[in-house]
């Protein structure tokens, strides 16, 4: 059991929420800043970091590679603009890594 | 698939003695599967859930942050948001559910009784409420990440179970009962040919 810290990565405007959270945070403009921050931030005692669906849509190789081991865990989460579903489309995946066949949700396309 | 050894008693000893232990390997591992999709699958309704939770929430979240932004100067804003009334920690430790190590997370921030890191005189309401939003949030945030995490591992290890269990049942447990099938032809065959050949010996024998 140690201590570790949270960080939120994001565009400016969505990370500049958390700030009174008592999270970091840091604000990145692109994909390519972004993946420099996750990837710094993983050697660092970050556990959990949040990463907004904008950014994590074009940094998927990065995010495959932390996939599989237990830290950091990387949870995207909306931006402020909204969200792309990117989110629950990773549980899809897993799901359907785990099983072959997405049994979540097909029961809503049916309906 | 045939196996390349020698026909004889030894290896089919040895190879018996294989196929009895990949068999006990094979059930071992597709109960260990089952355990873990059942485990999975209860996992990840969860994780949906509070994936659509959270999202939702966060939306709310920001819809009144960008309105609190709006109707504050951007100076002002930041300079509120400036220095935290709270400082988020977190304490990890390690959980084990069917072999597989997953995060549990657990927060550990300093309360200071009040989320709002400003005075009010100079902010919106706007941003009491987004800010409200989001300090409830966070530990279903850190809630969602664990899950996550814990399905993604254990995805993981489903699938490699999987190919294990596979492994076993199509390729290394038929072409061990083909090449102990193999051998015990053979000896037999040896055995037949070797009986022929007394015979014929013995009734040389005889007549000579």
Do not use: W
């Not at chain 1, 907004?52 to 949870?75: F, G, W």
Request: with cysteine.
């Amino acid at each position: 059991m140690s201590t570790y810290k949270i960080g939120v990565v994001g565009d400016r405007d969505t990370v500049l929420a958390f700030k009174s959270l008592g999270v970091d945070i840091f604000p990145a403009m692109d994909a390519k800043e972004a993946g420099q921050i996750v990837a710094r931030l993983a050697k660092q005692n970050y556990a959990v970091i949040f990463l907004t669906e904008q950014l994590a849509k074009d940094m998927k190789e990065r995010l495959d590679y932390y996939r599989n081991s237990m830290l950091p865990a990387i949870t995207l989460i909306p931006s402020n603009k909204g969200s792309l579903g990117i989110g629950i489309q990773e549980v899809k995946k897993s799901v359907e890594k785990a099983i072959g066949v997405d049994i979540l949700f097909e029961r809503e396309g049916e309906e | 698939m045939l196996m390349r050894v020698n026909p004889t008693r030894m290896e089919l000893t040895r190879l018996k003695k294989q196929l009895v232990t990949a068999r006990r390997g094979h059930k071992l591992l597709k109960d260990k599967q089952d355990e873990l999709i059942k485990k999975f699958i209860d996992m990840v309704k969860k994780n949906k859930e509070l994936r659509e939770e959270v999202d939702r929430e966060l939306e709310s979240a920001f819809k009144s942050f960008t309105m609190a932004r709006s109707q504050m100067p951007q100076e002002v804003l930041e300079e509120s948001l400036m220095i935290p009334a709270a400082r988020a920690s977190i304490s990890v430790s390690k959980a084990n559910i069917m072999s597989v190590n997953v995060p549990k997370i657990e927060i550990s921030s300093e309360e200071s009784g009040n989320i709002y890191s400003y005075g009010f005189a100079q902010t919106s309401g706007e941003l009491d409420s987004a800010i409200g939003i989001l300090a409830g949030v966070l530990p279903k945030m850190l809630r969602l990440s664990e899950i996550e995490k814990a399905c993604q591992l254990m995805a993981d290890e489903i699938e490699k179970t999987r190919r294990r269990v596979n492994a076993l049942e199509y390729v290394m447990i038929p072409s061990l009962e083909e090449t102990i099938k193999y051998i015990t032809m053979k000896l037999d065959e040896n055995e037949r040919g070797n009986i022929t050949r007394l015979m014929k010996i013995k009734e040389m024998v005889m007549n000579g």
